[in-house]
């Protein structure tokens, strides 16, 4: 072996899938350095008696990626103007491997020789499991690149380093602004292993797989039509019309857009008009998707802090998001802001009988009754008693109303203390999974204990999803009390005992109280 570096892929997983030249050169005496030696083929390479260093410790020094791939690049240099380095990477060198883009460009600057073979990458196993040919078009991309995913479903998309729950959460998230809910993709885990996974799942689903790890990753097949897709042709089929009083309408029918709210419907056609802002008029229902969300959190903040003039301002945020996606439907030809205000009128009245019309109550609890029989003759589409409940819903949230829809058949404890009975016992069963060590069975059992919580929360007239999510905001402030509370001190966090973090956290506990 040349003086200097030479890289060589372990492959995707099985050891059968290193080349002979890649198994000569680990051989060949040089320093072998792996990335890290968290890969299957590694107990191959102790098995053949090959010498090695990781640099996995590396992983846990450093801030951020780049800063660890910084430093690995480095040191390798440096072993490399002494000695042969044989440098390792899991699959292929060549595919999605930032520490080889880094030693290309620095090698030649620093006079080391450097030498890539190439090796087997997971791509190759993909091809045959997913049966497709990358001739036809295939985009590969790093999970955090949120720009390449927001181009998901234009053609065929390969996501990589979905290493983890939170990484694959946070590709969902970004997903579900250009794809809908239930839109088909692939997992990929271990491919070449006895164990590999290749399976259909819906975009919801994603972050719900039980084995998320550093050999996952997710295929997108391209979709017939994007939902920003089909948007933007219903938007280029139609023609736009104005009246004499500048009111927007469309030629094929009378289309009408704006309704008893004036200013703000006013201010929303100017923005998306031409001449007006270029980000509203970029904005599709997907884009602000999210804002949506925000908006309605941040309302309940207010409420749960009795911060009026808050819930003033957030109602309008919220009514803000509601005229901006009603003016792209009307845009669209799809419906009008008159259409939702018209409909839920006519709901609303529709499901009040004992007002607008003959009906006798005689209190709420028929008052709910009525409705649910008047929405359940509405949806008759709905042929099951769970019909209706979103798969994409935050999973406490969707707890809480499976717990409500199955109430309502009867299907509930019928006091608060069979509830927490049941709470307790599925606490008790937790204990055991934990002290048995099964992370399968740890995760069934937490899984089981926070769905009886949130209906145990709705047997006490609360909303979990709310609940929690006031206790995130808690905890931010409490947090952000206590760390002001170091950076006052000059000291660092190593400096204080857990005892001493605490009691900074009491003290933010009655500041919270007293303010």
């Known amino acids: 072996m040349e003086k200097g570096i030479t890289v060589v892929g372990l492959g995707p997983g099985s050891a059968g899938h290193l080349s002979l030249e890649t198994m000569a050169v680990l051989k060949s005496g040089g ?20 010498k090695f260093t990781s640099c996995d410790a590396v992983y846990e020094q450093e801030a951020s990626f780049e800063d660890v791939y910084q430093k690995i690049v480095a040191s390798i240099l440096q072993d490399a103007k002494e000695q042969e380095v044989v440098y390792a990477v899991p699959g292929s060198p060549l595919v999605a491997e930032r520490t080889v883009v880094l ?36 985009r590969i991309v790093d999970a955090h690149d949120f720009d390449a995913l927001a181009d998901a479903g234009k053609y065929p998309l390969m996501i990589t380093q979905v290493y983890s729950q939170l990484v694959a959460s946070d590709v969902k998230i970004n997903l579900m602004e250009v794809l809908a809910d239930e839109a088909q993709l692939y997992f990929l885990r271990n491919l070449g ?58 030629d094929i029918e009378d289309f009408r857009y704006d309704a008893e709210l004036l200013p703000l419907t006013e201010v929303m056609r100017k923005l998306r008009e031409p ?25 309940l903040e207010a409420v749960d802090n009795h911060d009026f003039k808050g819930m003033e301002e957030e109602l309008g945020d919220i009514l803000m998001q509601v005229v901006f996606h009603a003016h792209m439907a009307a845009d669209a030809n799809l419906f009008s802001l008159q259409d939702v205000i018209d409909g839920v009128t006519e709901k609303l009245t529709r499901r009040h009988p004992h007002v607008f019309g003959s009906r006798k109550v005689s209190g709420s609890d028929e008052v709910i009754k009525n409705w649910e029989a008047i929405k359940l003759e509405e949806k008759k589409e709905r042929t099951h008693v769970l019909d209706g ?19 309502k058949v009867g299907f509930d404890w019928p006091d608060t203390a069979g509830v ?15 002290a048995g060590g099964s992370l399968k069975e740890m995760e069934h059992e937490l899984g089981d204990l ?31 009390y206590v760390e002001k509370k170091v950076q006052v001190s000059k000291k660092t966090w190593q400096d204080f005992s857990l005892a001493e973090l605490d009691a900074f956290w009491e003290l933010a506990k009655d500041f919270e109280k007293n303010n």
Not at 194 to 215: G, S
Not at 284 to 298: D, K, P
Not at 451 to 480: D, M, Q, V
Request: with cysteine; glycine share 4%.
């Open 193 to 250: 292993l006895p164990d590999e996974e290749c399976l259909p799942l819906k975009l919801y689903e994603l972050d719900r797989q039980p084995h998320i790890d550093h050999l996952t990753s997710v295929f997108i097949p391209a979709q017939e039509q994007t939902v920003v897709q089909h948007v933007n042709a219903l938007q280029e089929e139609k023609t736009l019309c104005f009246d004499d009083d500048d009111d927007f309408y469309c």
């Open 275 to 299: 001449g007006g802002c270029p980000w509203d008029r970029e904005q599709t229902h997907s884009s602000i998707r999210r804002n949506m969300i925000e908006e309605v959190y941040e309302f």
């Open 103 to 138: 030693l290309r460009e620095q090698a030649a600057a620093a006079g080391v020789p450097l030498k890539i073979l190439p090796a087997m990458s997971f791509l190759d196993l993909a091809y045959v499991d997913l049966g497709i040919d990358p001739i036809a078009g295939l």
């Open 420 to 434: 927490w009975e049941k709470v307790l016992e599925e606490l008790h069963e937790l204990e055991e999974a934990v």
């Open 389 to 407: 409940i979103s798969p994409g819903l935050p999973a406490l949230m969707r707890a809480y109303k499976l717990h409500s829809k199955a109430s």
């Open 450 to 480: 926070l769905f009886i919580l949130s209906g145990y929360a709705r047997h006490i007239g609360l909303e979990p999803e709310t609940a929690l999510n006031a206790a995130n905001n808690r905890f931010i402030k409490r947090f952000g």
């Open 31 to 50: 320093k072998v350095i792996l990335r890290t030696a968290v890969h299957p083929t590694v107990k191959e390479l102790e098995r053949s008696g090959i």
